[in-house]
């Protein structure tokens, strides 16, 4: 197995994120309009829900949004586009499978899963739904408005707690003081880290943190964006930074947070019954049958309420594709093939909001090898990948000697490439890096 396809299967670009996520101590506004996602669609109204991440809502309204789609260009990456329409990972992978991640063909068209069925949960404050790592904002004082973002939760051991809880403090530039057993982690990977780590770039709490009552769990950002939508963290929340930023100013101290986990969502909306599916969490996988028997007790119980006729056959189906896009049920009703085929196409931004970019090299930089492929795809993933490593490790493909070389660089002195030359090795299992000059690959 080539060292791509290993990463790929056991996601070990993210490898680290479930490391560097420890939010069990800590101490002590809108983005301007030019830093915002810009994004153009078929429809005005579309496209200003999800520029803002704000949604009108009636008082009966269950269902939120609209499914988009994309046309890919070269360069492109599922993670790099879920970002920019304020998706996570797991939403538009589930979305979209059969394209690459990393290497989705120039013209591909890519689902945008923008339509949300709200969870059954009191609709105060923040309501978080672990099964499809999304968050419900419904502010006091707007009761017609609910924003919703992607997060990241607890991986598989450190699962982020449910119940009701609240903001108990929120800090701007937070100090991450380590945990042990998280210090533990890294002195076993070799790469020890400092008891304490102050704002910036290496912190993993981002620039915000909001604390909850409940002991040693945050609500905070990330210095490693692309893991939004994934089981990353020793139990917190993470947001993707632009949106930890607006929910920091939106929420105050005392604001109720509910924590649910809700994979199976059904809503009766404009004469139609929809169903969501999302496959449980792993710590819920048990209970798989018996989370779907709630979901068909509801459905029978709102057809019978509007006289309606469910089929039955395509709920088995939705359960089974579990892709997070809510789905007509009802006899004769549309499939999602129907609806995807018909979906929005928003319009191409010239560059994703936060899209990682290698500056250009030259003979006078400090550049290593990292890899060399047969096969240009392999070479383009793992770069790609390496750009989207938080923080990024700047890589390009590079063409010569009848090969495909992974570049990394530039690097401002040696100590830095000696640090990213641990990191290859413990995220990515890749040994033998050397330094070079570009022109040595011609």
């Known amino acids: 197995m080539s060292i791509v396809?290993?990463?790929?299967?056991?996601?070990?670009?993210?490898?680290?994120?479930?490391?560097?996520?420890g939010c069990q101590t800590l101490t002590g506004l809108f983005p301007a309009d030019d830093e915002q996602p810009v994004v153009e669609a078929s429809k005005p109204q579309l496209q200003t829900d999800i520029a803002k991440h704000e949604f009108d809502l009636s008082a009966d309204q269950e269902m939120i949004g609209e499914v988009g789609a994309i046309e890919t260009r070269e360069n492109d990456t599922l993670s790099d586009i879920a970002r920019h329409f304020g998706l996570g990972y797991n939403d538009i992978s589930n979305a979209n499978v059969g394209l690459s991640a990393w290497t989705p063909k120039a013209g591909s068209r890519v689902i945008l899963p923008l339509q949300f069925i709200l969870p059954d949960a009191p609709r105060k404050g923040i309501v978080l739904n672990l099964a499809n790592m999304r968050m419900f904002y419904y502010p006091a004082k707007q009761r017609d408005k609910v924003f919703t973002y992607p997060v990241g939760i607890g991986r598989d051991g450190w699962n982020t707690p449910m119940g009701l809880t609240s903001?108990?403090?929120?800090?701007?530039?937070?100090?991450?003081?380590?945990?042990?057993?998280?210090?533990r982690e890294h002195e076993e990977k070799g790469q020890p880290l400092p008891s304490a780590v102050r704002a910036g770039p290496d912190n993993p709490l981002g620039l915000f943190a909001m604390r909850l009552a409940i002991p040693s769990y945050l609500i905070h950002g990330t210095n490693k964006p692309y893991g939004i939508g994934m089981q990353v963290s020793h139990?917190?929340?993470?947001?993707?930074?632009?949106?930890?930023?607006?929910?920091?100013?939106?929420?105050?101290?005392?604001?109720?947070v509910r924590i649910v986990h809700q994979p199976y969502l059904t809503?009766?909306?404009?004469?139609?019954?929809?169903?969501e599916a999302n496959n449980p969490l792993e710590n819920w996988?048990?209970?798989?049958?018996?989370?779907?028997?709630?979901?068909?007790?509801?459905?029978?119980?709102?057809?019978?309420?509007?006289?309606?006729?469910?089929?039955?056959?395509?709920?088995?189906?939705?359960v089974e594709r579990a892709d997070g896009i809510p789905t007509p049920v009802l006899v004769s009703s549309p499939d999602v093939t129907e609806i995807t085929k018909?979906?929005?196409?928003?319009?191409?931004?010239?560059?994703?909001?936060?899209?990682?970019?290698a500056d250009m090299l030259d003979d006078s930089d400090l550049a290593m090898l990292v890899a060399t492929y047969n096969s240009e795809t392999e070479a383009e993933q793992l770069a790609a990948m390496l750009n989207h490593q938080g923080p990024q490790i700047p890589a390009r493909k590079v063409d010569g000697n009848n090969a495909y070389h992974v570049v990394a660089g530039p690097f401002k002195n040696k100590k830095e490439v000696k640090a990213v030359a641990n990191r290859l090795h413990a995220d990515f299992e890749i040994d033998g890096v050397k330094q070079i000059k570009v022109s040595e690959l011609n």
Not at 172 to 179: I, R
Not at 267 to 275: N, P
Not at 290 to 297: G, I, T
């Open 5 to 21: 396809s290993k990463s790929l299967s056991l996601l070990i670009l993210f490898s680290t994120l479930s490391l560097l996520t």
């Open 167 to 183: 903001v108990a403090v929120k800090t701007a530039n937070p100090t991450w003081h380590v945990p042990p057993s998280i210090q």
């Open 235 to 256: 139990g917190c929340v993470q947001m993707y930074p632009e949106d930890i930023e607006v929910m920091f100013k939106k929420t105050s101290v005392g604001t109720p």
């Open 267 to 275: 809503a009766w909306q404009d004469g139609m019954l929809y169903l």
């Open 285 to 318: 996988s048990a209970n798989k049958s018996k989370l779907k028997a709630q979901a068909v007790k509801e459905l029978r119980k709102i057809s019978k309420q509007h006289k309606v006729s469910v089929d039955w056959d395509k709920v088995d189906r939705v």
């Open 342 to 357: 018909t979906a929005a196409l928003l319009a191409h931004p010239d560059k994703f909001y936060g899209q990682p970019v």
